[in-house]
């Protein structure tokens, strides 16, 4: 505490899903997929396929026994959705290649580990197929 003002670790002061999105656009393998179709939370009224939504699930604040440590773990729901069935499961095996063993610097988030935590599902409704997958992010 510096002049009674509280001084945050620097990864508190960017956002987790502006950095995340900001990722997601640049990567070249999610724009070869996605075509720049990334959207935040839930979308409603699918229109155009071959769509990447993401959203928060739960995150944890860790702590120690004398204070705050900083560390955050994010979970994350990613959902591709498309016209078939093959090309969903091929968007969400995209994603998670591109997260797999990630660690490093997020677009201004030093992320520590990610992990996996749960399989990818398939849900189908009239013509719209959607595979999920459920990530942890550490920083």
Do not use: W
């Not at 959902?79 to 968007?91: E, L, N, Y």
Request: glycine share 6%; proline share 2%; hydrophobic share 40%.
């Amino acid at each position: 505490m510096a002049n009674g003002l509280c001084i945050l670790p620097s990864s508190m002061l960017t956002d987790f899903f502006e950095c995340l999105y900001s990722y997601l656009t640049k990567c070249s393998s999610i724009k070869n997929v996605f075509s720049g179709r990334v959207v935040p939370l839930l979308a409603k009224d699918v229109t155009e396929y071959h769509i990447l939504i993401y959203s928060p699930i739960g995150v944890t604040y860790d702590k120690n026994l004398q204070k705050e440590s900083g560390f955050t773990r994010q979970k994350v729901q990613f959902t591709a959705v498309a016209k078939s069935f093959g090309k969903s499961r091929i968007a969400i095996q995209t994603v998670r290649a591109v997260f797999k063993d990630f660690k490093g610097n997020m677009e201004g988030i030093e992320i520590q580990a990610t992990h996996f935590e749960s399989s990818d599902m398939e849900i189908v409704e009239e013509n719209e197929y959607m595979t999920m997958l459920e990530l942890e992010f550490m920083y």
